[in-house]
């Protein structure tokens, strides 16, 4: 694969360019772009590329470092996939790495960036089966929580997730990369709390609670059917409305150390590995 082949596929674009300048809004969730773009994302560096051209997701913008390029920096894979993302993306451009640390929200600039948008859902378009399991995320507030929440989920095998007192944005860098991708491969969808409440008891799910005055422990219940495993706040946990549900499943995990629970990362992991493993019969 040649340099030159890429480049000529490219819009060469200034440090000081519109494009240049949404990419990096984007990225720090500030300015105008960031908050009229509900479905944009980015991703810093090629992580992303073979999981958004595999799914077909568009990608809007592919920023590549021309000094990178020249400087003959890029292995012979993540030239081929470079070259792939140049003729997938709707528009390729070519940057400094000037251009390329503006973007950057992190030490260590990568040398190209991903823009692509995510399918937006909502309750009425969330994928159904008669066995599930998804998960609600209650006001959490950290973007890296959030994303390493969804990619457990995605590992043990969920198939969605609902926000609800959402305190971060969706399309949050941090969020993205911390996924994995999981947040743009999964439907999400970000709702108000009583709506889902009721979504979820007229659609049969159970709703799983980790409490600590609960009495059955998580991994002594019934798992079949449809799961919607609640994670609350980091500092204050669930709020208290899913305990009025008719389908709450209050659980406990048990401590067996000086500490009283876990954080809301790891135990809404446990909880949902116990709940994918029992749905797809690896764990009686």
Known sequence: MKTEDILSKCNICGIASDEVRFAKELLSGKGAAAKEDKES?????????????????????????????????????????????????????????????????????????????????????????????IMILDGQEQPGNVGAILRSLDCAGGCGAIVVNRRVKLSNSRLVRSSLGASFMMPIVDEEMTTVGKWLTENNFKAVLTDLTATK????????????????????????????????????????????????????????????????????
């Open 41 to 133: 994302f980015i991703c810093e560096g090629l992580w992303a590329a073979e999981k958004l051209m595999e799914k077909n997701m568009p990608v809007t913008h592919f920023f590549i470092s021309s000094d990178a390029l020249q400087a003959g920096k890029l292995k012979e894979n993540e030239l081929e996939t470079v070259y792939k993302l140049v003729n997938y993306s709707e528009k390729a451009y070519a940057i400094s790495d000037k251009a390329c640390k503006k973007i950057s929200d992190r030490d260590g600039a990568d040398f190209c960036f991903i823009i692509s948008k995510r399918v937006v859902y909502t309750l009425e378009t969330m994928p159904m089966s008669d066995s599930m399991l």
């Open 217 to 284: 422990e998580y991994c002594n219940i019934d798992y079949s059917g449809r799961i919607a495993i609640v994670a609350g706040n980091e500092h204050t946990g669930i709020s208290a409305y899913w305990r009025t549900l008719p389908v709450a499943e209050p659980v406990i995990i048990p401590m067996l150390g000086s500490c009283e629970s876990l954080n809301v990362g790891f135990a809404s992991t446990l909880v949902a590995y116990e709940a994918g493993l029992k749905m797809h019969g690896i764990k009686k």
